[in-house]
């Protein structure tokens, strides 16, 4: 299958994203792959032997979201500069979201901009962090605060990688697909609840959907001036998690389980969703043994760890909440009140 990226801003730079369609990718210039030890065990020989170029390369840097840093990415760029890769060069991320994230920053700078490609082999990845161009690192003050959009000239999803998915990793990424569901299609979520996503054919059916969804959001709005933010449903809380564990306690996909939870129950206090559809949300949630629960230190803290997210403007915190299921709406004046007692309930 293959699901076509047409974006408005720069229109010359539309791509295709294709679903278990990897074949020959032939290159006139030098090609260096972006990948880990982890998953270079599993799948490097193979996409090496796929790629067709003047020079290839592999430039492997350490496995974890705590690498996820502006160190790692001096140390792509110098290897870059070690083999002599110049502004016709192609970088291939070979991994998950950190891998993606990483080699699309690391590409937007090199000599001003190079081109790269995608070839996610987590979940997480496939269905949400390869497609849309946004690229960064985190900082000792937030996750992705250091960044770029970049485009990738193509995605490659191949299911069968997913088989050598730890089931974490794999129920991490289901999260990323409830959550679109929840704020953007009610039909898709009732299909969820009545599927199971361990079945492979189920689980390629919800990654193409999820795909067909952020490719028609990232299509409106390439550079999340608008509905594109709404992507970032329960990742206002998840980024605060995530920064105070240290990225070690929870896997991304986890974080936005908790995060979803959290900002539901703000949906909650507000009106905007009821006690059952809070209810139905958790229980998708827990069937895939996502964590719903996480003990908040300081609610005070917590809040203030607001205004380092991306989504805070002008000392006001933007919050992506669920309307119903199905449907969304995008806040930016709760009472600060309001939101100290939802988090105290975490305490």
Not at 40 to 47: N, T
Not at 73 to 102: N, P, Q
Not at 275 to 299: F, G, H
């Amino acid at each position: 299958m293959q699901i076509n990226i047409k974006l408005t801003q720069e229109k010359d730079k539309n791509y295709d994203v294709f679903i278990d369609e990897l074949g020959s990718l032939e290159f006139d210039a030098k090609v260096a792959i972006i990948t880990n030890p982890t998953v270079a065990a599993f799948h490097l020989e193979k996409v090496r032997s796929l790629i067709k170029s003047d020079e290839l390369y592999v430039i492997t840097i350490q496995d974890g979201e705590e690498y996820k840093n502006l160190e790692t990415i001096e140390y792509i760029l110098d290897e870059c500069f070690k083999h002599r890769l110049d502004r016709k060069s192609v970088l291939v991320a070979l991994g998950g979201g950190v891998i993606g994230d990483m080699t699309g920053f690391a590409a937007s700078i090199f000599q001003r901009g190079i081109e790269f490609v995608q070839i996610p082999t987590t979940l997480l990845a496939q269905v949400d962090a390869s497609v849309g161009g946004k690229t960064g690192v985190n900082s000792k003050y937030g996750k992705n605060l250091i960044g770029s959009f970049w485009q990738p000239i193509s995605v490659h999803c191949e299911t069968k990688f997913l088989k050598t998915l730890p089931v974490r990793e794999l129920n991490a990424g289901i999260a990323e697909i409830i959550k679109m569901a929840i704020t953007f299609d009610e039909d898709f979520f009732i299909w969820l609840e009545n599927h199971d996503l361990r079945d492979k054919e189920d689980l390629k059916k919800a990654i193409e959907k999820s795909i067909k969804t952020k490719a028609s959001i990232v299509s409106q709005d390439e550079r999340e001036a608008g509905v594109r933010a709404v992507l970032n449903y329960g990742h206002t809380f998840a980024h605060v998690i995530e920064n105070e564990t240290q990225y070690k306690r929870f896997v991304h996909g986890e974080a936005v389980a908790i995060g979803i939870v959290m900002a539901n129950e703000l949906a909650l206090k507000l009106g905007l969703m009821s006690n059952k559809d809070v209810l139905r949300i958790k229980y998708l949630l827990q069937r895939y043994d996502l964590p719903i629960d996480y003990e908040i230190k300081s609610a005070e803290d917590f809040y203030e760890h607001f205004f380092l997210d991306k989504k805070s403007n002008n000392n006001k915190i933007t919050f992506i909440l669920a309307n119903g299921i199905g449907r969304y709406k995008i806040e930016n004046s709760i009472n600060k009140k309001l939101v100290i007692d939802v988090l105290k309930d975490f305490e």
